[in-house]
């Protein structure tokens, strides 16, 4: 496919609307696959076959590297508020689980990536959540320990601690910082209560 002058695109899965001459600022419209139409600032990236595989549809927003979370926490109040705060933030909560092993088995029955982890230092039962994160990282999942106190082998383990307590604004914060360092960008001001790590190699 190519771009006509007019800067129309006619692919299998949709139409955009983008200025020629590779200009990436695009006032137009975008539809997918059925979708209402969206003003996109820029429009998307297409693949080799001309289809669409990302679109970008931002005013200041950009696509999440973490969508779906799952939460260990063996507190049931802040159990409970993370769930909600999370799906109100517009996260999936994949599950809610309080153990090492209700989390190595969410983990094993998932057909959906898990883009994060969200645990806590001490879990009920065996285990706790250095060993959950251990778990992650043979999946190649991300891990942020949500705990009062980190100890120092965990941080290799993790690409942040969140220290308790905490608030609702200072985990969105600290989702929001986290995404931007797993895009690969430089985060200039860590947001309070969080510490971030180096990936776990």
């Known amino acids: 496919m190519r771009w006509p002058e007019a800067g129309f695109w006619v692919g299998g899965r949709g139409i955009l609307l983008m200025p020629p001459d590779g200009a990436d600022y695009a006032p137009g419209r975008l539809a ?7 003003v996109a600032r820029y429009a998307g990236i297409t693949d080799h076959n001309g289809g669409l595989t990302r679109a970008y549809m931002l005013f200041g927003k950009r696509e999440r590297a973490i969508r779906r979370i799952l939460v260990v926490e063996d507190e049931p109040l802040v159990a409970f508020d993370n769930e909600h705060l999370l799906r109100e933030c517009g996260y999936e909560v994949v599950a809610t689980v309080d153990s090492l ?6 983990i094993g029955e998932e057909v959906e990536e898990v883009d ?8 009920a039962g065996d285990g706790d959540g250095t060993d959950v994160a251990r778990v992650a990282a043979a999946r190649n999942i991300p891990v942020l320990f949500v705990t009062a106190n980190c100890p120092i082998e965990a941080r290799a383990l993790a690409v942040g601690c969140l220290a308790k ?15 931007r360092k797993l895009q690969g960008e430089t985060v200039k001001r860590v947001p309070a209560g969080l510490s971030l790590y180096d990936p776990p190699g």
Request: no cysteine; net charge negative.
């Open 165 to 179: 307590p905490y608030s609702g604004r200072m985990l969105k914060n600290a989702l929001g910082a986290l995404d």
């Open 101 to 106: 092993a209700d989390a190595v088995r969410v």
């Open 32 to 38: 997918i696959a059925g979708t209402e139409p969206h």
């Open 116 to 123: 994060l982890i969200l645990t806590d230092i001490g879990l």
